[in-house]
């Protein structure tokens, strides 16, 4: 993407006010989306993003510019303006650039670009009409489809120079059923890695079908009831209140300036010996699997809690700095305007013993949160209220009535506390979307069926 000497220019030009590290981070993004409003292309985008990023670290603080112009000049005058704001006394010694090679845990597919645009449309089109014809009440459908091909190049003065090419798409489903006086709104989607291939097992039919149940299953569906009971989370996508009540206080970023409920807990115990929680960047061809992270450090299979003892943190460079801790991979960010900062890539608890049918028949009362919704998490707390899009009662050790208008309100130590049952029906979810201070990126989380002793629900219902 750049030539190694201008590379080294530029971080020996970042150097000349001395710093403890400096690195360049490069990125030529392209993207393309269609959307679509009832069977109609509404939208159709198309674009390249191009430009560098420049860290230098000063102590235990961080000095962050970047350019979309890469020339020669440009990049110089980035540099110099970047190292003008560093006070440290001490310069670090520039290592001579090598080339690392990484495992391919992400390998790439069939380029978006030949695929005909025809083809996409045909396919969202094919969603559309069986979600159209499951029901009268499906009132609306909206479909999006969005691909980007992102190379990246990471170099630093440790001698870092990495390059890497990540393939990522996504397609999303959203119905809106109507009785004529009340309206539910239901989503699902399908993100994944390896170019167009990822589309190659999805049944697009079943996609739409499933959508429009969820939406006027949900429409005729009473309120759900308030109070402290057993919450059991479905497997697969519930795993997003594992990602965000839990994992972002495992983020070294925040333990680093104490803003985690679990800083001062490395070692101790945080959840029931049946509890292992991992966050892992090597899962091949996953959605927030990468061969490197945006630091250029290789990812790893990070254990953060293992039967139920807290083992590790999710850690970046200038996070493991101020702890005294590794890199574990972990350091991301959404493109060249963001400074890197530790984030998850899969994030999951391991799957238990129990069937989901042992699961429910033990829960003589409770929710059951088949679709979790989106909420709002306080790293810092744990604090956390997520809506459900799709739930039911439990009564008699049975799934009974849908409910709608469920949330879960809680804090992360307690869920993590109190998770008494793990089924072994372990599945990855197979996308979303993470958004932090180093901006918006792929990220995955999956779990079995998750049963939680006790757990506020906010609910309308008596």
Not at 11 to 20: E, F
Not at 263 to 270: C, E, F, I
Not at 380 to 409: H, Q, W
Request: aromatic content about 8%.
């Amino acid at each position: 993407m750049l030539d190694k000497n201008l590379v080294a220019d530029v971080l020996a030009c970042a150097m000349d006010s001395g710093g403890a590290f400096a690195e360049l981070f490069v990125e030529e993004t392209a993207r393309n989306g269609i959307e679509m409003v009832n069977g109609l292309v509404d939208k159709s985008t198309s674009g390249i993003d191009y430009g560098a990023g420049l860290r230098i670290f000063d102590g235990t603080n961080a000095i962050y510019a970047y350019t979309n112009d890469t020339d020669r000049e440009s990049l110089l005058k980035m540099a110099k303006a970047a190292a003008s704001a560093v006070k440290s006394q001490t310069k670090a010694q520039i290592t001579g650039l090598q080339t690392l090679n990484f495992a391919t845990v992400a390998p790439l597919g069939t380029a978006f670009n030949t695929v005909p645009k025809s083809q996409i449309v045909d396919m969202m089109k094919t969603m559309k009409t069986a979600a159209k014809g499951y029901s009268d009440e499906v009132a609306q459908l909206q479909t999006r489809y969005m691909d980007w091909t992102q190379n990246i190049l990471v170099a630093n003065t440790e001698g870092v120079w990495g390059e890497d090419t990540r393939q990522y798409t996504g397609t999303w489903l959203i119905v809106v059923a109507s009785n004529g006086n009340e309206k539910q709104t239901a989503v699902r989607s399908k993100c994944g890695r390896g170019g167009f291939d990822a589309y190659a097992e999805l049944d697009f039919v079943q996609m739409g079908q499933l959508t429009a149940e969820s939406a006027v299953k949900m429409l005729h569906a009473g309120y759900a009831p308030g109070g402290k009971m057993p919450v059991i989370i479905n497997n697969g996508w519930g795993g997003v209140l594992l990602h965000e009540a839990i994992g972002h206080s495992l983020e070294a970023y925040g333990v680093s300036k104490k803003a985690s409920e679990f800083a001062d807990k490395m070692g101790q115990r945080v959840a029931r010996d049946i509890v292992t929680v991992i966050d892992d960047g090597t899962m091949l061809g996953k959605w927030g699997t990468l061969n490197m992270d945006d630091e250029g450090s290789a990812t790893q299979r990070n254990v953060l809690v293992e039967n139920g003892i807290l083992k590790s943190f999710l850690v970046d460079k200038l996070s493991g700095l101020k702890l005294g801790m590794a890199s574990t991979g972990s350091g991301r960010r959404q493109n060249y305007r963001f400074a890197p900062t530790s984030r998850m890539n899969n994030t999951y608890f391991e799957a238990g013993t129990s069937t989901f049918d042992e699961i429910i028949a033990a829960t003589e009362y409770g929710l059951f949160a088949k679709k979790m919704g989106g909420g709002s998490v306080d790293p810092a707390t744990g604090e956390f209220n997520f809506g459900c899009d799709e739930a039911y009662m439990i009564r008699n050790g049975k799934i009974a009535e849908p409910v709608r208008g469920a949330s879960l309100i809680g804090k992360g130590a307690e869920v993590m506390a109190n998770v008494d049952m793990l089924g072994n029906d372990w599945a990855l979810e197979g996308g979303g979307f993470c958004g932090a201070s180093s901006g918006t990126v792929p990220a995955d989380n999956g779990q079995p069926t998750v049963r939680v002793s006790e757990m506020t629900v906010g609910g309308r219902s008596e």
